[in-house]
T-cell receptor, first 115, second 108 residues
């Protein structure tokens, strides 16, 4: 199992450019998440998808759109990048167990710089 | 979302136990306590979780106060590879809400 994969690993954009961050998981999980992490801070939830065909806003959705393409893939799009979106972006998928465990598996992250 | 409070940083010597505290005085009866850690330049990884009873797994132990207003993550023998940011998270619903966490430094 590859787990959660993300592409690209690094990206530099100019202000106003657009791009899509790709995420895929091979664990057959229903739920997938996009977070951003700014230096010295914890992760903040941008969007999540509880199941295929559904998406919901998280804490910081402005400036982003998402697509749950199928059960495996969940992409994050920046339509017009701004310097404030310089961050590390993590994708995660979640397994739920009746014991109350919501174990999220994280990808390696995409380091995005907007100049 | 219920909040957690953790020290900004802690330091430990290699091979010694480490006790990482977390306060969660507003915890509700159905909130599970989860711990994740984030190694340098990696995504977070699950460590342990619990509801009321103390829990052990291969990575750590979780001690939960009787009133559930605090908990402690215990690493029994810290190694250099345990240097990371440790997050204490209350899970209510299906979203994890990360705080700033505790930076654990391990000295050789």
């Amino acid at each position: 199992n590859a787990g959660v994969t993300q592409t690209p690993k690094f990206q530099v954009l100019k202000t106003g450019q657009s791009m899509t961050l790709q995420c895929a998981q091979d664990m057959n999980h229903n739920s997938m998440y996009w977070y951003r992490q700014d230096p010295g801070m914890g992760l903040r939830l941008i969007y999540y998808s509880a199941s295929e065909g559904t998406t919901d806003k998280g804490e910081v959705p402005n400036g982003y759109n998402v697509s749950r393409l199928n059960k495996r893939e969940f992409s994050l799009r920046l339509e017009s990048a701004a310097p404030s979106q310089t961050s590390v972006y993590f994708c995660a998928s979640q397994a739920f167990f009746r014991t109350g465990l919501y174990e999220q598996y994280f990808g390696p992250g995409t380091r995005l710089t907007v100049t | 979302d219920a909040k957690t409070t953790q020290p900004n940083s802690m330091e430990s010597n290699e091979e010694e136990p480490v006790h990482l505290p977390c306060n969660h005085s507003t915890i509700s009866g159905t909130d599970y306590i989860h711990w994740y850690r984030q190694l340098p330049s990696q995504g977070p990884e699950y460590v342990i979780h619990g509801l009321t009873s103390n829990v052990n797994n291969r990575m750590a132990s979780l001690a939960i106060a009787e009133d559930r207003k605090s908990s402690t993550l215990i690493l029994h023998r810290a190694t250099l590879r345990d240097a990371a940011v440790y997050y204490c998270i209350l899970l209510h619903g299906n979203k994890l809400v990360f705080g700033a966490g505790t930076i654990l430094r391990v000295k050789s």
